[in-house]
């Protein structure tokens, strides 16, 4: 069995060749008190909290509303080091996982293994977008944001700014988005978290809320630029993505094909998010806001560019842009890689080496563990552009401390 000492790095072998790393996408697997020992006393019994029945676990919401159906840290990394397969990890407790998963000086221990300075962190139970809570009302929906967010504050002063949470927002009032990512700039966070899909949903009143080309959201987008706060896409981070990734899989395909082709999807349903974002309008607008497309990887991004461009060649109107597609993903569109070996360099070359950042999505899954020779992965960049991508980038993206 794998143990992580076998994966740490020597005194003479590192994955990353001894180079500074910031790892920009990780999970926080939240403790079950997250919410309940900060919250108010009127909304004690409402915060997300562990409820068990017939012996089954599950986190809920408002006493009722399933949050999810299981406890499990959704951790893949195991207490004794070795890793899950496929959908094992949804079996397993806290005890059973690495600490590393929501314990800070464990997750500090198992970074300094690996050489990892610092880490960019994103939530499990709320969803990655916040849209797990969007059937309760709004005031224990802004309650139970301001909670995760106030925690994982103290979570990143704890790590002594080493790991930095992107906050969490209520997209369902733009009033109280606003608030909030100021608030947690405030507070030291250095980056947000929002729904690529708030067409989805209304807002307090009942109205639909529009998509976010709409001008509704410029106050908005003005914030995070006036802030120098990212935005950021995570995979996942809406209901109609994740149900459009799974309705992708054919029902005579194989039960694996479910994982494979589901995961895949919600890849390129982020392609579907930077597109849109690209041929709002917003970026003329906003010409210094930064959009980060989490945890979707890079290789579909050099298509994506060129096809867009010609797509646009093509169109029979002219599309009222400022300059080409392609041209904003190299002014304000970042991405990540993890697993992706086969064309690395000619891919972060095509993207733009100012915009590709290093990941791990650790401990989910897929996450990149043990973690493999990084460092001779990048051989085919300068030395400069290998630490761009290992750490520069993200250190301007984020303006880490570091």
């Known amino acids: 069995m794998n143990k992580l000492t076998q994966f740490a790095p020597t005194t003479t072998i590192s994955p990353f060749g001894g180079r500074k790393v910031i790892d920009v996408d ?33 986190w809920i919401i408002d006493g009722t509303y399933e949050l999810k159906s299981s406890a499990n840290p959704v951790s893949a990394v195991k207490k004794d080091g070795s890793k899950t397969q496929g959908a094992d990890f949804m079996g397993l407790s806290f005890d059973e996982v690495h600490a590393a998963s929501s314990d800070v000086s464990a997750r500090l221990a198992f970074m300094d293994s690996f050489g990892i300075t610092a880490q960019i962190l994103y939530p499990n139970t709320l969803g990655f977008g916040g849209q797990r809570a969007s059937k309760v009302g709004p005031e224990l929906r802004l309650i139970s944001t301001k909670i995760y967010n106030d925690a994982v504050a103290e979570l ?30 405030k507070m030291g966070l250095r980056g947000v978290n929002i729904n690529p899909d708030p067409n ?5 009143d009942g109205r639909p809320l529009p ?6 959201w410029d106050p908005f987008w003005e914030v995070c630029q006036s802030l120098d706060m990212p935005v950021n896409f995570h995979i996942g981070a809406s209901d109609s993505v994740n149900e459009w990734g799974a309705s992708r899989t054919w ?10 082709v589901g995961s895949s999807m919600l890849f390129f349903a982020n392609a579907t998010t930077i597109a849109n974002l690209i041929l709002s309008g917003i970026l003329d607008r906003y010409p210094r806001i930064k959009f980060v497309s989490v945890e979707s990887g890079l290789g579909w991004v050099p298509f994506l560019m060129e096809s867009m461009d010609y797509q646009c060649s093509q169109a029979s109107e002219k599309i009222e842009l400022q300059r080409s597609p392609s041209q904003y993903v190299r002014t304000n569109i970042y991405t990540s890689f993890w697993f992706e070996r086969r064309n690395l360099s000619k891919d972060i070359k095509a993207v733009g080496v100012d915009n590709v950042m290093f990941e791990t999505d650790f401990p989910h899954p897929t996450c990149l563990y043990p973690i493999d020779d990084v460092g001779n992965a990048l051989g085919g960049l300068k030395e400069a552009e290998i630490e761009k991508v290992l750490s520069g980038n993200a250190i301007r993206v984020y303006n880490l401390p570091i």
């Open 211 to 216: 998509d976010l080309g709409d001008r509704h």
């Open 26 to 58: 990780t999970h926080y697997s939240e403790p079950h008190d997250l919410w309940t020992k900060r919250a108010p006393a009127k909304l004690k019994d409402r915060v997300p909290q562990v409820s068990t029945s017939n012996g089954n676990a599950r």
């Open 251 to 260: 029902p005579s395909s194989p039960g694996i094909a479910s994982f494979v």
């Open 156 to 185: 990143q002063d704890e790590s002594g700014q080493r790991i930095f949470p992107m906050a969490l927002l209520p997209w369902w009032d733009r009033s109280e988005m606003i608030e909030e990512a100021i608030r947690a700039h």
């Open 200 to 204: 989805d949903h209304r807002d307090p």
